[in-house]
Protein backbone atom coordinates (compact mmCIF):
# COMPACT_ATOMS: atom_id res chain seq x y z
CA UNK A 1 0.00 0.00 0.00
CA UNK A 2 1.08 3.35 -1.47
CA UNK A 3 -0.23 5.80 1.52
CA UNK A 4 -3.15 6.42 3.10
CA UNK A 5 -5.32 9.49 1.20
CA UNK A 6 -4.19 12.91 3.84
CA UNK A 7 -6.80 14.06 6.01
CA UNK A 8 -8.95 16.87 4.65
CA UNK A 9 -8.29 19.14 7.51
CA UNK A 10 -10.12 22.06 6.21
CA UNK A 11 -13.59 21.34 7.29
CA UNK A 12 -13.32 23.65 10.73
CA UNK A 13 -12.42 26.55 8.59
CA UNK A 14 -15.14 29.12 8.35
CA UNK A 15 -16.86 29.18 4.92
CA UNK A 16 -16.77 33.16 4.86
CA UNK A 17 -20.77 33.51 4.10
CA UNK A 18 -22.58 35.46 6.30
CA UNK A 19 -24.82 33.69 8.44
CA UNK A 20 -22.77 30.46 8.44
CA UNK A 21 -19.96 29.90 11.06
CA UNK A 22 -18.94 26.22 9.86
CA UNK A 23 -18.68 24.09 6.09
CA UNK A 24 -21.50 22.09 8.26
CA UNK A 25 -23.81 24.42 8.45
CA UNK A 26 -23.70 25.00 4.57
CA UNK A 27 -24.05 20.93 3.91
CA UNK A 28 -27.02 21.08 6.31
CA UNK A 29 -28.25 24.59 4.09
CA UNK A 30 -27.75 23.09 1.10
CA UNK A 31 -30.09 19.76 2.28
CA UNK A 32 -32.47 21.49 4.11
CA UNK A 33 -32.63 23.72 0.61
CA UNK A 34 -33.23 20.32 -1.31
CA UNK A 35 -35.89 19.04 1.18
CA UNK A 36 -37.61 22.69 0.63
CA UNK A 37 -37.50 22.03 -3.41
CA UNK A 38 -39.04 18.84 -3.01
CA UNK A 39 -41.44 19.64 -0.89
CA UNK A 40 -42.35 22.64 -3.50
CA UNK A 41 -42.57 20.62 -6.29
CA UNK A 42 -44.76 17.66 -4.84
CA UNK A 43 -47.35 20.65 -3.68
CA UNK A 44 -46.73 21.91 -7.30
CA UNK A 45 -47.81 18.69 -8.61
CA UNK A 46 -50.77 18.37 -6.38
CA UNK A 47 -51.33 21.85 -6.90
CA UNK A 48 -51.81 21.86 -10.63
CA UNK A 49 -52.90 18.00 -11.16
CA UNK B 1 -33.07 33.38 -39.95
CA UNK B 2 -32.15 36.71 -41.57
CA UNK B 3 -29.31 38.94 -41.67
CA UNK B 4 -30.60 40.49 -38.06
CA UNK B 5 -30.06 37.13 -36.55
CA UNK B 6 -26.91 35.94 -37.87
CA UNK B 7 -25.19 39.46 -37.51
CA UNK B 8 -26.52 38.65 -33.11
CA UNK B 9 -25.29 34.91 -33.79
CA UNK B 10 -21.97 35.44 -34.84
CA UNK B 11 -21.30 38.61 -32.96
CA UNK B 12 -22.34 36.50 -29.39
CA UNK B 13 -20.76 33.71 -30.47
CA UNK B 14 -17.27 34.77 -32.47
CA UNK B 15 -17.06 37.46 -29.63
CA UNK B 16 -17.37 35.58 -26.79
CA UNK B 17 -14.58 33.08 -28.22
CA UNK B 18 -11.97 35.77 -29.44
CA UNK B 19 -12.61 37.48 -25.80
CA UNK B 20 -11.45 33.98 -24.32
CA UNK B 21 -8.77 33.61 -26.55
CA UNK B 22 -7.40 36.90 -26.53
CA UNK B 23 -7.67 37.12 -22.67
CA UNK B 24 -5.75 34.24 -21.96
CA UNK B 25 -3.13 34.54 -24.96
CA UNK B 26 -0.53 34.89 -22.38
CA UNK B 27 -1.00 31.62 -20.40
CA UNK B 28 2.14 29.95 -20.46
CA UNK B 29 2.43 28.65 -16.77
CA UNK B 30 1.24 24.66 -16.69
CA UNK B 31 -0.54 25.21 -13.45
CA UNK B 32 -2.53 27.96 -14.61
CA UNK B 33 -3.10 26.62 -18.05
CA UNK B 34 -4.51 23.05 -16.88
CA UNK B 35 -6.52 24.30 -13.42
CA UNK B 36 -7.22 27.90 -14.41
CA UNK B 37 -6.41 31.11 -13.04
CA UNK B 38 -5.20 31.20 -9.20
CA UNK B 39 -7.74 34.38 -8.83
CA UNK B 40 -10.33 32.63 -9.63
CA UNK B 41 -13.20 32.96 -7.63
CA UNK B 42 -16.60 30.83 -6.54
CA UNK B 43 -19.18 32.68 -8.99
CA UNK B 44 -16.60 31.30 -12.59
CA UNK B 45 -16.30 27.99 -11.28
CA UNK B 46 -19.65 27.50 -10.03
CA UNK B 47 -20.82 28.91 -13.65
CA UNK B 48 -18.46 26.92 -15.88
CA UNK B 49 -19.02 23.43 -13.32
CA UNK B 50 -22.43 23.75 -14.81
CA UNK B 51 -21.60 24.80 -18.42
CA UNK B 52 -19.50 21.93 -18.61
CA UNK B 53 -22.38 20.03 -17.46
CA UNK B 54 -25.12 21.85 -19.65
CA UNK B 55 -24.62 20.14 -23.57
CA UNK B 56 -26.49 21.80 -26.12
CA UNK B 57 -29.14 18.34 -26.20
CA UNK B 58 -29.96 19.83 -22.39
CA UNK B 59 -31.69 22.90 -23.84
CA UNK B 60 -32.93 21.23 -27.33
CA UNK B 61 -33.85 18.15 -25.64
CA UNK B 62 -35.06 18.93 -22.03
CA UNK B 63 -38.39 20.88 -23.52
CA UNK B 64 -39.34 18.25 -25.71
CA UNK B 65 -39.03 15.92 -22.90
CA UNK B 66 -41.40 18.31 -20.52
CA UNK B 67 -43.21 18.58 -23.79
CA UNK B 68 -43.89 15.21 -24.33
CA UNK B 69 -43.73 13.22 -20.88
CA UNK B 70 -43.83 15.94 -18.68
CA UNK B 71 -42.11 17.46 -15.96
CA UNK B 72 -40.80 13.88 -13.69
CA UNK B 73 -37.59 14.04 -15.31
CA UNK B 74 -37.01 16.83 -12.86
CA UNK B 75 -36.37 13.85 -10.56
CA UNK B 76 -33.34 12.75 -12.58
CA UNK B 77 -31.38 15.68 -10.17
CA UNK B 78 -32.82 14.70 -6.87
CA UNK B 79 -29.04 13.16 -6.27
CA UNK B 80 -27.22 16.01 -7.35
CA UNK B 81 -27.09 17.91 -4.33
CA UNK B 82 -26.31 15.18 -2.12
CA UNK B 83 -23.32 14.14 -3.98
CA UNK B 84 -22.05 17.00 -4.36
CA UNK B 85 -22.36 17.75 -0.37
CA UNK B 86 -19.99 14.04 -0.82
CA UNK B 87 -17.89 15.88 -3.24
CA UNK B 88 -17.20 19.11 -1.32
CA UNK B 89 -16.31 17.86 2.06
CA UNK B 90 -15.04 14.16 0.94
CA UNK B 91 -13.16 14.23 -2.77
CA UNK B 92 -12.30 18.20 -3.29
CA UNK B 93 -10.03 19.08 0.30
CA UNK B 94 -8.23 15.99 -0.65
CA UNK B 95 -7.31 16.69 -4.77
CA UNK B 96 -6.41 20.26 -3.29
CA UNK B 97 -4.36 19.23 -0.44
CA UNK B 98 -2.46 16.53 -2.86
CA UNK B 99 -2.05 19.99 -5.59
CA UNK B 100 -2.91 17.36 -8.24
CA UNK B 101 -3.88 18.41 -11.69
CA UNK B 102 -6.30 15.30 -12.29
CA UNK B 103 -8.40 13.06 -10.29
CA UNK B 104 -6.42 9.90 -11.76
CA UNK B 105 -2.94 11.59 -10.03
CA UNK B 106 -4.64 11.08 -6.63
CA UNK B 107 -5.50 7.53 -7.77
CA UNK B 108 -1.34 6.99 -8.09
CA UNK B 109 -0.34 8.99 -5.11
CA UNK B 110 -3.21 6.69 -2.72
CA UNK B 111 -2.56 3.56 -4.84
CA UNK B 112 0.13 3.12 -7.68
CA UNK B 113 0.89 3.62 -11.24
CA UNK B 114 -1.15 0.81 -12.71
CA UNK B 115 -4.43 2.13 -11.09
CA UNK B 116 -3.91 5.51 -12.23
CA UNK B 117 -3.08 4.28 -15.66
CA UNK B 118 -6.41 2.50 -15.73
CA UNK B 119 -8.91 5.18 -14.05
CA UNK B 120 -7.04 7.69 -16.53
CA UNK B 121 -7.15 4.68 -19.96
CA UNK B 122 -11.65 4.46 -18.81
CA UNK B 123 -12.22 8.04 -18.76
CA UNK B 124 -10.06 8.65 -22.24
CA UNK B 125 -12.03 5.88 -23.71
CA UNK B 126 -15.78 6.55 -22.41
CA UNK B 127 -15.13 10.65 -23.03
CA UNK B 128 -13.23 10.36 -26.16
CA UNK B 129 -15.97 8.60 -27.38
CA UNK B 130 -18.32 11.12 -25.98
CA UNK B 131 -16.68 13.75 -27.81
CA UNK B 132 -17.13 13.62 -30.92
CA UNK B 133 -20.86 13.09 -29.55
CA UNK B 134 -20.91 16.64 -27.95
CA UNK B 135 -20.91 18.14 -31.17
CA UNK B 136 -22.48 15.62 -33.37
CA UNK B 137 -25.78 15.66 -31.51
CA UNK B 138 -26.98 19.21 -31.64
CA UNK B 139 -25.22 19.72 -34.96
CA UNK B 140 -27.28 17.60 -37.00
CA UNK B 141 -30.35 19.25 -35.33
CA UNK B 142 -29.22 22.83 -36.18
CA UNK B 143 -28.60 21.86 -40.01
CA UNK B 144 -32.13 19.54 -40.69
CA UNK B 145 -33.50 22.36 -38.78
CA UNK B 146 -32.02 25.50 -40.63
CA UNK B 147 -30.84 23.50 -43.77
CA UNK B 148 -27.10 24.30 -43.16
CA UNK B 149 -24.15 21.50 -44.16
CA UNK B 150 -23.96 19.26 -41.20
CA UNK B 151 -20.02 18.80 -42.04
CA UNK B 152 -19.71 22.69 -42.15
CA UNK B 153 -21.84 23.01 -38.84
CA UNK B 154 -19.82 20.36 -37.21
CA UNK B 155 -16.21 22.07 -38.47
CA UNK B 156 -17.41 24.93 -37.46
CA UNK B 157 -18.32 24.46 -33.79
CA UNK B 158 -15.37 22.09 -33.34
CA UNK B 159 -12.40 24.61 -34.93
CA UNK B 160 -13.98 27.74 -32.68
CA UNK B 161 -13.71 25.60 -29.63
CA UNK B 162 -10.31 24.49 -30.45
CA UNK B 163 -8.87 27.63 -30.77
CA UNK B 164 -9.82 28.90 -27.22
CA UNK B 165 -9.25 26.12 -25.76
CA UNK B 166 -6.31 25.24 -27.00
CA UNK B 167 -4.92 28.99 -26.81
CA UNK B 168 -5.82 29.61 -23.00
CA UNK B 169 -6.75 25.93 -21.38
CA UNK B 170 -8.43 25.66 -18.75
CA UNK B 171 -8.58 29.90 -17.93
CA UNK B 172 -10.19 30.38 -21.31
CA UNK B 173 -12.88 27.52 -20.92
CA UNK B 174 -13.80 28.62 -17.56
CA UNK B 175 -13.88 32.34 -18.84
CA UNK B 176 -16.01 31.99 -21.96
CA UNK B 177 -18.12 29.47 -20.11
CA UNK B 178 -19.24 32.16 -17.72
CA UNK B 179 -20.40 34.35 -21.13
CA UNK B 180 -21.61 32.01 -22.78
CA UNK B 181 -24.14 30.78 -19.83
CA UNK B 182 -24.85 34.29 -19.36
CA UNK B 183 -26.11 34.51 -23.25
CA UNK B 184 -27.86 30.95 -22.33
CA UNK B 185 -29.69 32.42 -19.05
CA UNK B 186 -30.59 35.65 -21.05
CA UNK B 187 -32.22 33.58 -24.48
CA UNK B 188 -33.84 30.89 -22.19
CA UNK B 189 -35.64 33.67 -20.33
CA UNK B 190 -36.67 35.52 -23.46
CA UNK B 191 -38.33 32.72 -25.03
CA UNK B 192 -40.03 31.63 -21.47
CA UNK B 193 -41.74 35.11 -21.35
CA UNK B 194 -42.40 35.53 -24.84
CA UNK B 195 -44.18 32.06 -24.88
CA UNK B 196 -46.78 33.14 -21.91
CA UNK B 197 -47.26 36.15 -23.61
CA UNK B 198 -48.29 34.27 -26.76
CA UNK B 199 -50.58 32.39 -24.75
CA UNK B 200 -54.24 33.15 -25.31
CA UNK B 201 -55.47 36.37 -24.07
CA UNK B 202 -57.03 35.36 -20.31
CA UNK B 203 -55.17 32.17 -20.00
CA UNK B 204 -52.10 33.31 -18.36
CA UNK B 205 -49.44 30.88 -16.56
CA UNK B 206 -51.98 29.72 -14.10
CA UNK B 207 -54.53 28.49 -16.69
CA UNK B 208 -52.00 27.22 -18.60
CA UNK B 209 -50.48 25.36 -15.76
CA UNK B 210 -53.80 23.91 -14.86
CA UNK B 211 -54.24 22.35 -18.10
CA UNK B 212 -51.05 21.08 -18.71
CA UNK B 213 -51.67 19.43 -14.98
CA UNK B 214 -54.49 18.45 -16.38
CA UNK B 215 -52.96 16.97 -19.01
CA UNK B 216 -50.48 15.02 -16.81
CA UNK B 217 -47.67 17.19 -17.56
CA UNK B 218 -46.99 18.52 -13.85
CA UNK B 219 -46.34 15.50 -12.07
CA UNK B 220 -42.54 16.50 -10.55
CA UNK B 221 -42.52 13.93 -7.62
CA UNK B 222 -43.30 10.47 -7.70
CA UNK B 223 -43.68 8.76 -4.70
CA UNK B 224 -44.53 5.17 -6.32
CA UNK B 225 -42.00 2.10 -5.59
CA UNK B 226 -43.12 0.42 -9.33
CA UNK B 227 -40.36 -0.53 -10.54
CA UNK B 228 -40.94 -0.43 -14.00
CA UNK B 229 -41.44 3.58 -14.03
CA UNK B 230 -38.18 5.06 -15.40
CA UNK B 231 -38.40 8.77 -12.63
CA UNK B 232 -39.25 8.20 -9.13
CA UNK B 233 -38.60 10.01 -6.19
CA UNK B 234 -36.75 6.99 -5.34
CA UNK B 235 -34.65 6.10 -8.94
CA UNK B 236 -33.59 9.91 -8.43
CA UNK B 237 -32.53 9.89 -5.33
CA UNK B 238 -30.46 6.62 -5.20
CA UNK B 239 -29.68 6.69 -8.98
CA UNK B 240 -29.04 10.56 -8.87
CA UNK B 241 -26.48 10.22 -6.01
CA UNK B 242 -24.53 7.75 -8.09
CA UNK B 243 -24.24 8.54 -11.51
CA UNK B 244 -23.75 12.70 -10.15
CA UNK B 245 -20.94 11.52 -7.71
CA UNK B 246 -19.32 9.40 -10.75
CA UNK B 247 -19.71 12.39 -12.56
CA UNK B 248 -18.61 15.14 -10.51
CA UNK B 249 -16.28 13.26 -8.17
CA UNK B 250 -14.09 11.16 -10.85
CA UNK B 251 -14.37 12.59 -14.33
CA UNK B 252 -11.76 14.80 -14.94
CA UNK B 253 -13.93 17.52 -17.20
CA UNK B 254 -15.93 18.44 -13.76
CA UNK B 255 -12.92 17.94 -11.17
CA UNK B 256 -10.66 20.11 -13.76
CA UNK B 257 -13.23 23.18 -13.07
CA UNK B 258 -13.48 22.96 -9.51
CA UNK B 259 -9.53 22.12 -8.26
CA UNK B 260 -8.48 25.56 -9.39
CA UNK B 261 -9.76 28.90 -8.08
CA UNK B 262 -7.88 31.24 -5.35
CA UNK B 263 -8.92 28.72 -1.94
CA UNK B 264 -10.41 25.52 -1.51
CA UNK B 265 -13.60 27.50 -0.47
CA UNK B 266 -13.68 28.63 -4.05
CA UNK B 267 -14.31 25.66 -5.20
CA UNK B 268 -16.75 24.99 -2.59
CA UNK B 269 -18.70 27.50 -2.88
CA UNK B 270 -18.83 26.83 -6.46
CA UNK B 271 -20.02 23.16 -6.01
CA UNK B 272 -22.64 24.66 -3.20
CA UNK B 273 -23.76 27.15 -6.12
CA UNK B 274 -24.50 23.79 -8.50
CA UNK B 275 -26.10 21.72 -5.70
CA UNK B 276 -28.84 25.07 -4.45
CA UNK B 277 -29.81 25.69 -8.08
CA UNK B 278 -29.78 22.50 -10.38
CA UNK B 279 -32.95 21.00 -9.49
CA UNK B 280 -34.89 25.20 -10.03
CA UNK B 281 -33.08 25.33 -13.30
CA UNK B 282 -33.66 22.12 -14.65
CA UNK B 283 -36.91 22.57 -13.40
CA UNK B 284 -37.55 25.37 -15.10
CA UNK B 285 -36.58 24.32 -18.44
CA UNK B 286 -39.12 21.56 -17.77
CA UNK B 287 -41.55 23.78 -17.61
CA UNK B 288 -40.74 25.58 -20.35
CA UNK B 289 -41.66 22.12 -21.99
CA UNK B 290 -45.17 21.73 -20.37
CA UNK B 291 -46.31 25.26 -21.15
CA UNK B 292 -44.88 24.87 -24.58
CA UNK B 293 -47.52 21.76 -24.87
CA UNK B 294 -50.07 24.37 -23.82
CA UNK B 295 -49.19 26.61 -26.27
CA UNK B 296 -49.40 23.97 -28.97
CA UNK B 297 -53.14 23.33 -28.18
CA UNK B 298 -54.32 26.54 -29.00
CA UNK B 299 -52.14 26.65 -32.28
CA UNK B 300 -51.61 24.75 -35.42
CA UNK B 301 -49.68 21.53 -34.69
CA UNK B 302 -48.14 19.53 -36.88
CA UNK B 303 -48.21 15.83 -36.52
CA UNK B 304 -44.59 15.36 -36.74
CA UNK B 305 -42.19 17.96 -35.29
CA UNK B 306 -39.26 17.62 -37.33
CA UNK B 307 -40.86 18.75 -40.15
CA UNK B 308 -37.91 18.42 -42.53
CA UNK B 309 -37.91 15.03 -42.09
CA UNK B 310 -41.28 14.51 -42.65
CA UNK B 311 -41.58 16.52 -45.72
CA UNK B 312 -38.55 14.60 -47.10
CA UNK B 313 -40.70 11.26 -46.83
CA UNK B 314 -43.91 12.69 -48.17
CA UNK B 315 -43.17 11.78 -51.62
CA UNK B 316 -44.33 9.49 -54.38
CA UNK B 317 -46.98 6.96 -53.00
CA UNK B 318 -46.45 7.90 -49.27
CA UNK B 319 -47.72 11.63 -49.94
CA UNK B 320 -50.99 10.60 -49.69
CA UNK B 321 -50.37 8.73 -46.46
CA UNK B 322 -48.60 11.65 -45.15
CA UNK B 323 -51.57 14.38 -46.03
CA UNK B 324 -54.09 12.09 -44.76
CA UNK B 325 -52.48 11.87 -41.32
CA UNK B 326 -51.85 15.89 -41.65
CA UNK B 327 -55.33 16.17 -41.91
CA UNK B 328 -56.74 13.95 -39.23
CA UNK B 329 -54.44 15.21 -36.70
CA UNK B 330 -55.91 19.10 -38.06
CA UNK B 331 -59.08 18.10 -37.36
CA UNK B 332 -59.05 16.09 -34.22
CA UNK B 333 -56.67 19.50 -32.99
CA UNK B 334 -59.88 21.47 -33.46
CA UNK B 335 -61.97 18.74 -31.41
CA UNK B 336 -59.18 18.98 -28.92
CA UNK B 337 -59.19 22.47 -28.76
CA UNK B 338 -62.93 22.82 -28.50
CA UNK B 339 -62.91 19.70 -25.17
CA UNK B 340 -60.15 22.45 -23.76
CA UNK B 341 -62.21 25.19 -24.28
CA UNK B 342 -65.44 23.71 -22.49
CA UNK B 343 -63.38 22.19 -19.63
CA UNK B 344 -62.02 25.36 -18.99
CA UNK B 345 -65.44 26.96 -18.72
CA UNK B 346 -66.76 24.46 -16.25
CA UNK B 347 -63.84 24.83 -14.04
CA UNK B 348 -63.86 28.65 -13.99
CA UNK B 349 -68.02 28.70 -13.40
CA UNK B 350 -67.03 26.04 -10.91
CA UNK B 351 -69.51 23.77 -11.98
CA UNK B 352 -69.01 20.37 -10.41
CA UNK B 353 -70.92 18.18 -12.24
CA UNK B 354 -70.31 18.99 -15.90
CA UNK B 355 -65.93 19.71 -14.90
CA UNK B 356 -64.82 16.68 -14.25
CA UNK B 357 -66.80 14.93 -17.56
CA UNK B 358 -65.39 17.60 -19.54
CA UNK B 359 -62.05 16.84 -18.68
CA UNK B 360 -62.28 13.10 -19.14
CA UNK B 361 -63.62 14.47 -22.83
CA UNK B 362 -60.35 16.24 -22.77
CA UNK B 363 -58.38 13.52 -22.27
CA UNK B 364 -59.92 11.73 -24.55
CA UNK B 365 -59.12 13.95 -27.34
CA UNK B 366 -55.66 14.40 -26.20
CA UNK B 367 -55.44 10.16 -26.43
CA UNK B 368 -57.06 10.72 -29.82
CA UNK B 369 -54.51 12.95 -30.94
CA UNK B 370 -51.62 10.84 -29.75
CA UNK B 371 -52.64 7.87 -31.37
CA UNK B 372 -52.74 9.78 -34.42
CA UNK B 373 -49.23 10.79 -33.81
CA UNK B 374 -47.89 7.71 -33.27
CA UNK B 375 -49.63 6.29 -36.58
CA UNK B 376 -47.67 9.27 -38.29
CA UNK B 377 -44.42 7.95 -36.67
CA UNK B 378 -45.34 4.01 -37.96
CA UNK B 379 -45.95 6.03 -41.41
CA UNK B 380 -42.15 7.69 -41.54
CA UNK B 381 -40.68 4.30 -40.21
CA UNK B 382 -42.38 2.05 -43.19
CA UNK B 383 -41.93 4.93 -45.65
CA UNK B 384 -37.39 5.12 -44.69
CA UNK B 385 -36.49 2.92 -42.24
CA UNK B 386 -33.90 5.11 -41.15
CA UNK B 387 -35.64 8.12 -40.68
CA UNK B 388 -35.51 9.58 -37.42
CA UNK B 389 -38.85 8.91 -35.89
CA UNK B 390 -38.10 10.41 -32.73
CA UNK B 391 -39.52 13.95 -32.75
CA UNK B 392 -39.43 16.01 -29.31
CA UNK B 393 -35.92 17.41 -29.88
CA UNK B 394 -37.73 19.50 -32.54
CA UNK B 395 -40.34 20.66 -30.89
CA UNK B 396 -38.62 23.60 -28.65
CA UNK B 397 -36.19 24.43 -31.64
CA UNK B 398 -39.47 24.60 -33.84
CA UNK B 399 -41.14 27.04 -31.46
CA UNK B 400 -37.84 29.00 -31.73
CA UNK B 401 -38.02 29.84 -35.93
CA UNK B 402 -41.61 30.08 -36.35
CA UNK B 403 -42.58 32.09 -33.38
CA UNK B 404 -40.00 34.11 -32.28
CA UNK B 405 -39.27 37.47 -33.90
CA UNK B 406 -35.69 37.96 -35.40
CA UNK B 407 -33.17 38.85 -33.01
CA UNK B 408 -34.67 36.53 -30.67
CA UNK B 409 -34.21 33.40 -32.94
CA UNK B 410 -30.42 34.40 -33.90
CA UNK B 411 -30.15 35.08 -29.80
CA UNK B 412 -31.63 31.55 -29.19
CA UNK B 413 -29.38 29.42 -32.00
CA UNK B 414 -27.10 31.39 -30.12
CA UNK B 415 -27.54 29.68 -27.21
CA UNK B 416 -27.66 26.11 -28.65
CA UNK B 417 -24.31 26.83 -30.47
CA UNK B 418 -22.71 28.34 -26.85
CA UNK B 419 -24.01 24.80 -24.75
CA UNK B 420 -22.48 22.87 -27.51
CA UNK B 421 -18.61 25.14 -27.18
CA UNK B 422 -18.97 25.56 -23.62
CA UNK B 423 -19.31 21.50 -22.66
CA UNK B 424 -16.57 20.93 -25.56
CA UNK B 425 -14.38 22.79 -24.42
CA UNK B 426 -14.73 21.33 -21.15
CA UNK B 427 -14.19 17.92 -22.33
CA UNK B 428 -11.15 19.02 -24.73
CA UNK B 429 -9.89 20.94 -21.86
CA UNK B 430 -10.21 17.90 -19.52
CA UNK B 431 -8.75 15.37 -22.07
CA UNK B 432 -6.07 17.24 -23.49
CA UNK B 433 -4.58 17.75 -19.55
CA UNK B 434 -5.22 13.91 -18.95
CA UNK B 435 -2.80 12.70 -21.84
CA UNK B 436 -0.28 15.11 -20.68
CA UNK B 437 -0.35 14.69 -17.52
CA UNK B 438 -1.42 10.66 -16.69
CA UNK B 439 0.19 9.55 -20.53
CA UNK B 440 2.74 11.74 -21.53
CA UNK B 441 4.39 12.75 -18.60
CA UNK B 442 4.40 9.12 -17.11
CA UNK B 443 6.19 8.04 -19.95
CA UNK B 444 8.56 10.91 -20.59
CA UNK B 445 9.56 11.52 -16.36
CA UNK B 446 12.28 13.33 -17.71
CA UNK B 447 10.37 15.98 -19.65
CA UNK B 448 8.08 16.98 -16.20
CA UNK B 449 10.20 19.35 -15.17
CA UNK B 450 10.30 21.45 -18.16
CA UNK B 451 7.09 23.93 -17.75
CA UNK B 452 7.31 25.48 -20.94
CA UNK B 453 7.04 21.80 -22.87
CA UNK B 454 4.69 20.79 -20.61
CA UNK B 455 2.61 23.68 -21.84
CA UNK B 456 3.08 23.00 -25.63
CA UNK B 457 2.28 19.61 -24.98
CA UNK B 458 -0.43 20.35 -23.27
CA UNK B 459 -1.84 22.16 -26.32
CA UNK B 460 -0.56 19.73 -29.01
CA UNK B 461 -3.17 16.90 -27.60
CA UNK B 462 -6.06 19.23 -26.49
CA UNK B 463 -5.58 19.98 -30.53
CA UNK B 464 -5.31 16.35 -31.21
CA UNK B 465 -8.64 15.64 -29.07
CA UNK B 466 -9.85 18.24 -30.88
CA UNK B 467 -9.32 16.93 -34.32
CA UNK B 468 -10.22 13.27 -33.09
CA UNK B 469 -13.98 14.93 -31.94
CA UNK B 470 -14.34 16.58 -35.58
CA UNK B 471 -13.47 13.56 -37.12
CA UNK B 472 -15.53 10.65 -34.78
CA UNK B 473 -18.71 13.51 -35.33
CA UNK B 474 -18.19 13.57 -39.10
CA UNK B 475 -17.80 9.91 -39.72
CA UNK B 476 -19.74 8.85 -36.57
CA UNK B 477 -22.58 8.25 -38.75
CA UNK B 478 -26.66 7.86 -37.66
CA UNK B 479 -26.73 10.12 -34.34
CA UNK B 480 -30.10 8.65 -32.61
CA UNK B 481 -28.51 5.26 -31.51
CA UNK B 482 -24.89 6.81 -31.25
CA UNK B 483 -25.97 8.92 -28.45
CA UNK B 484 -27.79 5.65 -26.81
CA UNK B 485 -25.01 3.64 -27.60
CA UNK B 486 -22.37 6.49 -25.69
CA UNK B 487 -24.50 6.56 -22.87
CA UNK B 488 -24.35 2.95 -22.90
CA UNK B 489 -20.46 3.18 -23.18
CA UNK B 490 -20.52 5.65 -20.28
CA UNK B 491 -22.59 3.30 -17.50
CA UNK B 492 -20.60 0.48 -18.57
CA UNK B 493 -17.33 2.44 -17.37
CA UNK B 494 -18.66 5.01 -14.67
CA UNK B 495 -19.23 2.54 -11.92
CA UNK B 496 -16.05 0.70 -11.83
CA UNK B 497 -13.81 3.78 -11.81
CA UNK B 498 -16.19 5.26 -9.02
CA UNK B 499 -16.03 2.43 -6.78
CA UNK B 500 -11.65 2.70 -7.07
CA UNK B 501 -11.83 6.21 -6.20
CA UNK B 502 -14.76 5.07 -3.32
CA UNK B 503 -11.91 2.63 -1.94
CA UNK B 504 -9.39 5.13 -2.66
CA UNK B 505 -11.21 7.35 0.16
CA UNK B 506 -12.76 5.40 2.35
CA UNK B 507 -11.23 2.09 2.92
CA UNK B 508 -7.94 2.72 4.43
CA UNK B 509 -6.67 -1.04 4.59
CA UNK B 510 -6.57 -1.68 0.60
CA UNK B 511 -3.92 -1.44 -1.60
CA UNK B 512 -3.01 -0.57 -4.96
CA UNK B 513 -2.56 -3.92 -6.37
CA UNK B 514 -5.69 -5.61 -4.62
CA UNK B 515 -8.07 -2.30 -6.30
CA UNK B 516 -6.02 -2.57 -9.74
CA UNK B 517 -7.10 -6.79 -9.88
CA UNK B 518 -10.61 -5.54 -8.14
CA UNK B 519 -11.13 -2.96 -11.12
CA UNK B 520 -9.91 -5.19 -13.84
CA UNK B 521 -12.27 -7.97 -12.40
CA UNK B 522 -15.61 -5.69 -12.01
CA UNK B 523 -14.99 -4.02 -15.51
CA UNK B 524 -14.91 -8.19 -17.03
CA UNK B 525 -18.24 -8.71 -15.12
CA UNK B 526 -19.89 -5.85 -16.23
CA UNK B 527 -18.48 -6.37 -19.85
CA UNK B 528 -20.33 -10.16 -19.74
CA UNK B 529 -23.08 -8.43 -18.17
CA UNK B 530 -23.62 -6.39 -21.44
CA UNK B 531 -22.23 -9.14 -23.78
CA UNK B 532 -24.14 -12.02 -22.45
CA UNK B 533 -27.76 -10.27 -21.99
CA UNK B 534 -29.26 -11.39 -25.05
CA UNK B 535 -28.49 -14.88 -24.61
CA UNK B 536 -29.60 -14.65 -20.78
CA UNK B 537 -32.35 -12.79 -21.26
CA UNK B 538 -32.82 -12.23 -17.18
CA UNK B 539 -29.57 -10.46 -17.69
CA UNK B 540 -31.36 -7.82 -19.77
CA UNK B 541 -31.42 -5.15 -17.15
CA UNK B 542 -31.23 -1.70 -18.07
CA UNK B 543 -28.02 -0.27 -18.38
CA UNK B 544 -28.09 2.49 -15.43
CA UNK B 545 -27.51 -0.79 -13.36
CA UNK B 546 -24.04 -0.93 -14.67
CA UNK B 547 -23.39 1.65 -12.32
CA UNK B 548 -24.22 0.82 -9.47
CA UNK B 549 -23.40 -3.31 -9.81
CA UNK B 550 -19.75 -2.28 -11.39
CA UNK B 551 -18.71 0.12 -8.40
CA UNK B 552 -20.48 -2.78 -5.62
CA UNK B 553 -18.12 -5.04 -7.73
CA UNK B 554 -15.07 -3.06 -7.42
CA UNK B 555 -15.14 -2.21 -3.33
CA UNK B 556 -16.47 -5.80 -2.78
CA UNK B 557 -13.56 -7.69 -4.67
CA UNK B 558 -11.29 -4.87 -3.41
CA UNK B 559 -11.83 -5.84 0.18
CA UNK B 560 -11.63 -9.69 -1.01
CA UNK B 561 -8.45 -9.61 -3.11
CA UNK B 562 -6.88 -7.76 -0.05
CA UNK B 563 -8.07 -10.19 2.75
CA UNK B 564 -6.27 -12.64 0.64
CA UNK B 565 -3.39 -10.88 -0.39
CA UNK B 566 -2.61 -9.45 3.19
CA UNK B 567 -0.93 -6.27 4.05
CA UNK B 568 2.59 -7.88 3.37
CA UNK B 569 1.80 -8.66 -0.30
CA UNK B 570 0.04 -5.16 -1.08
CA UNK B 571 2.59 -3.04 0.96
CA UNK B 572 5.75 -4.26 -1.89
CA UNK B 573 2.79 -3.69 -4.55
CA UNK B 574 3.98 -2.16 -8.16
CA UNK B 575 4.10 1.40 -6.70
CA UNK B 576 5.49 4.07 -9.13
CA UNK B 577 7.00 7.08 -7.92
CA UNK B 578 4.70 9.65 -9.99
Known amino acids: ?27 LFVFVFFLLVVALLTLFSRLFA | MNTFDWIVLLLTMIGIAAYGAWHTRHTDHLDTYLKGSRTMRWGTIGISVMATQASAITFLSIPGQGFESGIGFVQNYFGLPLALIIVCAVFLPIYRQLGVY ?15 LLGAGLFLLQRGLAAGVTIYAPAIILATVLGWRLELTIIATGVVVIIYTVTGGSEAVSLTQKWQMGVIFGGMVTAFFILLARLPPGLGFGGAAHIAGAMGKLQAVDFSLNPDKRYTLWTGLFGGLFLS ?45 ALLFVFYQFHPAPVFYNRVEWRHNATGTNAAVFQALDERNATLHLVKQEKIHTWLDARDHGDTVAEPAARVAMLQAEADTETVRKEARA ?22 LD ?13 MIAAALGSKAGELNALGTTTTIDLWRHFRPLAAHDEARNVRAAKWLTAMWGVVAIAFALFAGFSENLIEAINIIGSIFYGVVLG ?58 SLLLQATLGSDRTATATAHPL
Open chain 2, 379 to 400: ALRAANPLAQTKDSDYVFIGFI
Open chain 2, 245 to 289: LSYFGTDQSQVQRYIGGAALREGRLGLVFNALLKIPMQFSILLLG
Open chain 2, 500 to 557: IFLVAFFLKGVGGTAVFWAAVAAQTLIFALFLLRHRYPGLDISYLWYNLIGCAACVVF
Open chain 1, 1 to 27: MKRPPPKPATDDESPGVPGFRTWRGIY
Open chain 2, 102 to 116: TAYEFLGQRFDAKTR
Open chain 2, 403 to 415: QLPHGVIGLLIAV
